[in-house]
C-alpha cells in the first residue's frame, strides 16, 4: 500500500515511527525488514528510538541504506542552549550557563525543562545549582521516564553505584552484592538509559550528570549506614585491586578510620606520591586516630608529610626523626612509608641531606611483594633531582633524570612519565640548551596527547622559561599566568616561586619593575632553597639598580661573596658597581664569571658577564676590545639567548650605530632615531691587495676561539702552512696581532 503512494521520487513520502524500541514482535520486525529491503527512492523510513531496535542494522550499513543520529549528534550546542533559553526569557550569567551547559550535557528534553523551570522566577540562576524534583521538573521526568520503567535489579545497580565516578561490572558487583552487573551496565549503555562507556571495549562506564544526581539523591534518602557500607565496600575492592588512591579516598568518604590509617601507612602513601594524586581535600591527619603503635603514628606522620606547608616542614621533620629513634620499626611497608615521609618533608624544608637519605633507604628497600608500588623508585629520583637542581648540584641532576625516566618507562605510571619529560625540558630551558629543551618540549606533549594527559606545571613552566630566554617576553608571561598548580603529593613544593621569579624577569625586562617587584615581595617570606633565593636576590639587586641605589644592591648581594652562588650573583655585582661608577669592582665581578669553572655558570650567566665587561670597556674609551667583545658575546648568543641583550637596553647603540656590520647582527631592535644621531664611519671596502680565498677562510676561523694547531687540523692543512696564511693576512689588512685583524676584517665586513 505505501509503495503505491509513491508518485513522485522528487517529493518523496516520508514514514515516521516514533518509540521503535518497543517493537519486538517477530511479524513486526519482518515486515519492516522486507519495507527496508524493498528500498524505493521516493520512499523514506524514519525510526526513532531509545535503543537500536531489533533490526539488521549492520545489513543497511554495508548496504549504504542507513543514515543514523545518535546522542552527540542530537546534543544541543552552546548557541542552540542559549536560543532555547531566550524563547522563554531566561538570562543568566556566563558562568551559571557554562555550569547549565555542563549539567544537562546537551540533552534536549533537559534544556527545556530547565528553561521552562527557570521562566518568571525572580533569580533563574538559582535553579543551575538545584536538584529539582517538583512536578514538571527534570528531576520528575528522570524517576518517571527512566528510573521506575527499569527493572529492580537495575534500578538497584544504578541508585547504589551512583556515588562512583566511574563504574565497572566487578566493582558494581562488589558494591551492590549483585551478580552480572557487567551485563546489566552493557544494555543500559545499549538502551541509550543515561549510561554511557568510556572505553571501545565498554568496560568503564559513566552516568549523565543529571541523571546521576538524581539517583544519588535517591542514594541519599536511605539510612546512612547503608551509604556507609557501599563506600566501604568500594574502598576494600580498590584496595584488593591495588588501587591504594582509589581505596584511601573511599575510605575516607566512608570515615572508616582505621583502613584510612592502615592503608596510609601500607603503601598509600607510596601510591599517591607515585600516581601523584591530589589528597589536600581529604582531611586525612583529622582521621588518622592517635595511638601510640606503630601503623596509626607512621599513618600520622605520613598525612602531616602530605598537609605541613614549608614553613613547618623542618619541625615536622625533627619530629619524625625523634619518634624513629625511640621506636624500633621492623615492618618494611611501615619503614618505607616513614622514609618516604621524610622525604618528602626533607624536599619542603629544603634540606637536600634529608632527601638523600631517604631516598638512599627507599631505593635500597626490596621492591616486591603484595604492595609492590609501580613507579615509586622513579618518583623518589625525579625528587632528588628537583632538590639537587634546586640546591645548585647540577652535575648530578642529568644522571638522576635518567634513571627516572628508565624506571619509569619499566615500572611506572604515564602522569609520572610525562613528569620526568617536563622536568627534563625545564632543566634544559633553564640552561638555555635550546636545542634540547626544543626536543624534551616536543616528547613530552607528544607522550601527553597521546594518553590524554593535562598540561603539567612543569611543562609549563619549561615553556615560559624559553620564552624569556628568547626575548619573548609576552609568551613567557602567558605560560606562567596561566599556570594553575597542583595539591598532589609529591609536587615540588619550589615551583611556586619559580613561575613567580620567571614572571617578575619578563617584567622586569618589559621595564614594568613595580610590577616585578610586587611579584618577587610575594615571595620574601616563603621557604626557598638556594638556587631561587639567589635569583630572586638578583632580580631584587637589579631593581635596586634601576632604581637608582645600586648600593642597596651591592648590599643585597654581599651575603653571596665567596660562596658557590658568587658567580650566579656577580653579574648584577658588576652592574651595581658601575652603577656605582666603581669600574674596578665591576671589573673583579665580571673576571671571576669569565674565568670560574663553577657549575653555576650558564650561558645565560656568561653574557651577562660578557655585556658588563664590554660595557666597562666602553667606559674606559677602548671601543675596539667593546666591539671584540660584542662579537663573542652575538657568538655565544647564537640568536638563541636574547635576554642579556634585551636587559642591556640602549647601552651599545652609539657603539653598534658606528660599526653597522656588527649592528646588523644585535638580536634586539634599536630606535631609529638613536642611531640616526651617531653618524656611522666610512670605512673603505676595497683593500690594495685583496686577501685570497684561503685567507679568507682561515681568517673567518680566526676569528672564533680556535688555535692555529686546531685551525690547521679543520683545513686539513699543516701548522707551517696556515702560519704562512696568518702572516699574509696580518700584512694585507695591515695588523700587528690576532685582535687587531679580526677587528680589521669586521670593519671591512669581510667576515
Excluded at 550499513?61 to 532555547?84: N, P, S, W, Y
Excluded at 547503608?226 to 575516607?252: M, Q, T
Excluded at 625586562?509 to 635569583?535: F, G, I, T, Y
Amino acid at each position: 500500500m505505501l509503495f503505491s503512494q509513491v508518485t513522485d521520487e522528487t517529493d518523496p513520502l516520508v514514514v515516521v515511527i516514533d518509540d521503535a524500541h518497543v517493537l519486538t514482535h517477530p511479524d513486526v520486525l519482518d515486515g519492516l525488514d522486507r519495507f527496508v529491503k524493498g528500498w524505493n527512492p521516493g520512499l523514506r523510513l524514519v525510526l526513532a528510538a531509545r535503543s537500536d531496535p531489533l533490526l539488521p542494522l549492520h545489513r543497511y550499513r554495508l548496504a549504504g541504506q542507513l543514515a543514523e543520529l545518535r546522542a552527540a549528534d542530537l546534543a544541543m550546542t552552546h548557541e542552540e542552549i542559549g536560543k532555547v533559553l531566550a524563547v522563554h526569557g531566561v538570562a543568566i550569567p556566563e558562568p551559571d550557563f557554562d555550569l547549565l551547559v555542563a549539567r544537562t550535557e546537551g540533552w534536549a528534553a533537559g534544556v527545556r525543562l530547565s528553561a521552562m523551570r527557570m521562566q518568571g522566577t525572580e533569580r533563574p540562576a538559582d535553579f543551575v545549582v538545584q536538584l529539582a524534583l517538583d512536578a514538571g521538573s527534570i528531576g520528575e521526568y528522570l524517576v518517571d521516564e527512566v528510573v521506575q520503567r527499569l527493572p529492580e535489579d537495575h534500578r538497584r545497580l544504578l541508585i547504589e553505584t551512583s556515588f562512583l565516578d566511574e563504574v565497572t561490572g566487578p566493582l558494581a558487583d562488589a558494591v551492590t552484592g549483585l551478580a552480572g552487573c557487567g551485563e546489566m551496565l552493557t544494555g543500559l549503555a545499549r538502551d541509550n538509559a543515561f549510561v554511557f562507556p568510556l572505553d571501545p571495549t565498554q568496560t568503564r562506564y559513566r552516568y549523565h550528570q543529571m541523571f546521576r544526581e538524581i539517583l544519588r539523591y535517591l542514594l541519599q534518602r536511605r539510612e546512612g549506614s547503608d551509604v556507609r557500607l557501599l563506600k566501604e565496600r568500594a574502598a576494600a575492592w580498590f584496595e584488593a585491586e591495588g588501587d591504594l588512591g582509589s581505596a584511601v579516598y573511599w575510605a575516607v568518604q566512608a570515615g572508616d578510620r582505621t583502613r584510612v590509617a592502615s592503608l596510609f601507612a601500607r603503601g598509600g602513601l607510596g601510591y599517591a606520591f607515585a600516581h601523584r594524586q591530589d589528597m589536600s581535600g581529604l582531611r586525612l591527619r583529622e582521621l588518622i586516630p592517635a595511638s601510640e603503635s606503630a601503623e596509626p603514628s607512621v599513618a600520622a606522620f605520613a598525612a602531616e608529610s602530605v598537609s605541613v606547608p614549608p614553613e613547618g616542614a623542618a619541625a615536622e621533620l625533627d619530629r619524625l626523626r625523634a619518634w624513629r629513634s625511640a621506636h624500633q620499626v621492623a615492618d618494611q611497608e611501615l619503614l618505607v612509608s616513614c622514609d618516604l615521609a621524610e622525604l618528602i618533608l626533607g624536599q619542603k624544608a629544603c634540606d637536600v641531606a634529608a632527601v638523600d637519605a631517604a631516598a638512599a633507604r627507599i631505593l635500597d628497600a626490596p621492591q616486591s611483594g603484595p604492595r609492590h608500588i609501580q613507579g615509586l623508585r622513579a618518583a623518589v629520583l625525579l625528587t632528588q633531582a628537583a632538590t639537587h637542581f634546586w640546591h645548585g648540584r647540577h652535575e648530578d641532576v642529568g644522571a638522576l633524570l635518567d634513571q627516572a625516566l628508565a624506571e619509569v618507562r619499566r615500572d611506572g605510571p604515564d602522569v609520572l612519565e610525562l613528569e620526568v619529560l617536563s622536568m627534563t625540558a625545564f632543566v634544559d630551558s633553564f640552561w638555555a640548551r635550546t636545542n634540547r629543551a626544543e626536543t624534551g618540549v616536543q616528547a613530552a606533549h607528544a607522550l601527553r596527547k597521546g594518553r590524554g594527559l593535562g598540561v603539567p606545571p612543569l611543562l609549563d613552566l619549561a615553556t615560559g622559561v624559553r620564552a624569556l630566554v628568547a626575548g619573548d617576553l609576552g609568551g613567557g608571561e602567558t605560560a606562567t599566568q596561566r599556570i594553575a598548580l597542583p595539591g598532589a603529593v609529591g609536587a615540588d613544593p619550589a615551583l611556586e616561586a619559580a613561575f613567580a621569579l620567571v614572571l617578575a624577569g619578563g617584567l622586569f625586562a618589559h621595564r614594568r619593575e613595580d610590577e616585578a617587584r610586587a611579584v618577587l615581595h610575594q615571595q620574601a617570606e616563603r621557604v626557598l632553597p638556594p638556587v631561587l633565593r639567589a635569583h630572586r636576590d638578583i632580580l631584587l639587586a637589579d631593581l635596586d639598580t634601576a632604581s637608582g641605589r645600586p648600593r642597596s644592591a651591592l648590599a643585597r648581594l654581599d651575603a653571596y661573596r665567596g660562596t658557590e652562588f658568587a658567580v650566579l650573583t656577580s653579574p648584577a655585582a658588576a652592574r651595581a658597581s658601575l652603577a656605582s661608577n666603581d669600574a674596578r669592582g665591576a671589573r673583579d665581578c665580571v673576571r671571576s664569571v669569565l674565568t670560574s669553572p663553577s657549575a653555576q655558570t650558564g650561558r645565560l650567566a656568561l653574557l651577562d658577564a660578557m655585556l658588563c665587561d664590554a660595557q666597562i670597556a666602553q667606559l674606559a674609551g677602548d671601543e675596539g676590545r667593546a666591539l671584540e667583545i660584542l662579537i663573542r658575546a652575538l657568538d655565544v648568543g647564537r640568536g638563541e639567548i636574547i635576554l642579556p641583550f634585551l636587559k642591556a637596553g640602549d647601552t651599545f647603540t652609539a657603539l653598534l650605530a658606528r660599526h653597522p656590520d656588527v649592528g646588523a647582527q644585535w638580536p634586539v631592535a634599536m630606535a631609529d632615531d638613536a642611531l640616526a644621531a651617531v653618524p656611522a664611519q666610512r670605512i673603505p671596502r676595497e683593500l690594495p691587495d685583496p686577501l685570497t680565498q684561503r685567507e679568507l677562510t682561515v681568517l673567518r676561523l680566526l676569528a672564533t676561539t680556535m688555535s692555529t694547531v686546531e685551525i690547521a687540523d679543520e683545513l686539513c692543512l699543516s701548522v707551517n702552512t696556515v702560519k704562512t696564511h696568518l702572516a699574509a693576512i696580518y700584512r694585507k689588512l695591515p695588523a700587528s696581532r690576532r685582535r687587531e685583524a679580526v677587528l680589521r676584517a669586521r670593519e671591512l665586513e669581510l667576515i
